[in-house]
Nanobody, 122 residues
């Protein structure tokens, strides 16, 4: 069983920054994709960013492009989501997931963390 553990959530004022961390032993594999998703109350889950360990390619949703950055520290088997210029609409539970492809993660497959709350106050 693959464990995925997120951390770093919290309360921040609009315009502030947070860095989410996601740790998993699965990140040591070279052919996995790590994704960040979020879900706000009453809304569908939104895919916001991904990182391919295979080729290092990244993806950002338009809603976070230019403000969020995904990165990895291979020595720590940890992936980060640096979130800058946060807005109240970024308030959500953020989930990290790892799987063999982005399409698999979008379908809900793979291993998922328990989620962390990010709250941005106006």
């Amino acid at each position: 069983e693959v464990h995925v553990v997120e951390s770093g959530g919290g309360l921040v004022q609009a315009g502030g920054s947070l860095r989410l961390s996601c740790a998993s032993s699965a990140f040591s594999f070279t052919d996995v994709t790590i994704g960040w998703f979020r879900q706000a109350p009453g809304k569908e889950r939104e895919d916001i960013s991904s990182l391919s360990k295979l080729d290092g390619s990244t993806y950002y949703a338009d809603s976070v492009k230019g403000r969020f950055t995904i990165s990895s520290d291979n020595s720590k088997n940890t992936v980060y989501l640096q979130m800058n210029s946060l807005k109240p609409e970024d308030t959500a539970v953020y989930y990290c997931a790892v799987g063999f492809s982005w399409s698999a993660l979008l379908a809900g497959s793979g291993s998922w963390g328990q989620g962390v709350q990010v709250t941005v106050s106006s």
